[in-house]
């Protein structure tokens, strides 16, 4: 069983998210998973152009680290989403990441996966923010299993407590990968999303090539 955590937050190893990120992961190692963890801040990932390559061809025309990064989550059974609120949102950097997935969105490749979020905010919209991340991998064809949002303005210690949520919601991670655990209202979107995209790509065969092969080699299209 393995389980990514990519921590986007600038701050480094002084990040409050990271604290967070790295007890999902600790809870999920003490459950007998093995963790990477990631620092999307110190990585190389250019902005997505829309150019719509990686529709056609399967690959991007710029030459960065998000590939690598893509092939370590691709890798994994877990994945950890990670940020600091930022103006209630994720940060820059992450959402960076996000937008240079969208041919994954369309091949819904994170199918089989589990995922959860955590967020740190001074003091508002955590819980929201996390929410947002959750439903990234939830787009992405992934189920997800939970969130931790804290809010650390006016109690620095609040995040004391969060990191105990954190490695329950690691174990819970495991779990959920261990019994393949289901959730029939994920389940139902996961299942519309999927007739949605493959209906576009059908559409779009003659341009979309590499997605349309995609989905015809796993035998979902004629």
Known sequence: MKIIGINASPKGEKSQTRRLVMGVLEGARQAGADITFVDV????????TACGTCYAKGECIHDDDFPTLLEKMLDADGIVLGSPNYINAVTAQLKTMLDR?????HCQTFAGKYGCAVCTAGGSYANEVA?????ALLNFG???VGRVGVLVGADPNAIVGAEKEAKE???KLAESIRSKWSDPAQEKILAERKEYFKQMISYNKDLWKHEYDYWKDLGELK
């Open 41 to 48: 801040c110190g990585l190389e990932i250019k902005y997505c």
């Open 101 to 105: 997935m969208a041919d994954v969105v």
């Open 131 to 135: 929410d947002y991340m959750n439903m």
């Open 142 to 144: 992934a189920k997800t």
């Open 169 to 171: 919601l690691g174990r």
